[in-house]
């Protein structure tokens, strides 16, 4: 009988393929992949479904052997494995040689009697359907009950530009019917795992995801949960890392006597690959003209340049052919410069600047050009990565609500503006309600059903053009 790696090996090698080609496609790295084919682990259902996609092969075969594989790995060396296997037969009305099918496992739809308005569902209502409803339903929030996970599943390959979402606490308090105080911070993390694998398959390969997590403490000490969800984001499912936010609170009233006062969180920045969508224009401007910092300014380089040529003329340290390049680069960015393009400029030189991190752009570039040259946007700075945002009054007794601006940003970022914003677990529905306010459409999942009654409360109509 062939197993499930014998069948992943032999597929491969048939299709000419190698593992690295796999392992990229499947967000995994080598080394993870390579214990796939020797069934040292085991891949999760997507990516299954992925490679056999990827090798032509049969789905539901490839898929039947990766779940009897896992059985076999949970009961093969128990005593009881043949009586188990007894009672599997039993349980599935079936004999000893006859083929076993299993009907779906997603629960039937729920009566209209019972959904919560016009665009709420449950879970699994249909297979992978959900965004072309939501793009039928018009402007407004789409809202969805159930587990984010599954509700995913019900979702188009490749079809979310943006997922923001803060999860829900561990052990810290009870969300309605989620019951996160009861798992363990393993089980709590392996929860978070299951929503961003499925984020990975519903995001654009251009898209981002913006995760929120708390840290939380057992017996006075913090255990490091969002490190740790981070670190097995990135080794085991291929994610980039691409901004470690501080969300800075204020202060938190907190008075324990045994350690500092806590008044932050992280927000955590991810990225499929390294091209993906960024409007950092739109980003500086809301930035910028909210006040948060000082635009435009007098230039320190003057636009003629002209201490800048003199200094290129004079310099030892340059060759001639490097005094060449110099010029030619200064002259580019002063025309970018009178263009309007960037609004100031500084030019370093080999010998002349010491660098702090030989590693940084500027580093580089004087060391194998001899000169750097840094603009400055004409739109103003970017945004910090510590960002000071007080949090919202929550109606909800021991319920946080995200403020609308810990979301903004990220939307504004990494949305086009035709795009779709998803939050996994909405509550009610900060993140969609920010989408929405900034033109975008917007996914909610949430598992209670109140929360997601007051989500849609909180969007005002407005007024769709005719040529939408």
Known sequence: MTTFPEYLRTHRASAGMLQRDLARAIGVDVPMYSRFEHGERRPRR??????????????????????????HDVIATDRLAGRALQVLREMFGTGDNTPVEVASTAPEREPASRQVGAA?????????????????????????????????????????????????????????????SDMTPEAYSDMLLSMTAAARRVLKPSGSLWLNVAD???????????????????????????????????????????????????????TLSDE?????DALRREYNERGTTTTGGSTRSGVTGSRYFQRIRQLTTLSDAEKVAAERALRDTIARVEAGEVNDYRMFFRGETVAVDNQSERARAIAKQGFYIMTNNRLGAAPPDVWTISPERSPIEKYNVAPNELYRWPVIMTCPPDGIVLDPYCGTGTACVVAYNVGRRAIGIDINEDYLRRARRRVEPQTLSLFD
């Open 46 to 71: 997507e990516q299954v479904v992925k490679l056999a996609r990827l090798l032509g092969t049969d789905v539901d075969e490839m898929v039947a052997l990766w779940l009897a594989q896992e059985a």
């Open 120 to 180: 709420m569902t449950v879970a699994d209502d249909v297979p992978r359907t959900l965004i072309a409803r939501v793009r039928g339903a018009g402007r407004a929030p789409y809202y969805v009950r159930g587990d984010a996970a599954r509700v995913m599943n019900t979702m188009e390959d490749s079809s979310v530009d943006c997922i923001v979402t803060t999860p829900p606490y561990w052990s810290l308090r009870e969300h309605g019917k989620e019951g996160i």
């Open 216 to 270: 939380a403490c057992v017996a006075g000490s913090l255990i490091g949960l969002p490190q740790r969800l981070v670190t097995r984001m990135v080794s085991e499912q291929g994610w980039l890392l691409r901004n470690e936010v501080v969300w800075r609170k204020g202060s938190g009233g907190d008075t324990a006597a045994d350690h500092l006062q806590r008044s932050h969180e992280m927000l955590y920045h991810f």
């Open 276 to 280: 993906y969508y960024c409007d950092d």
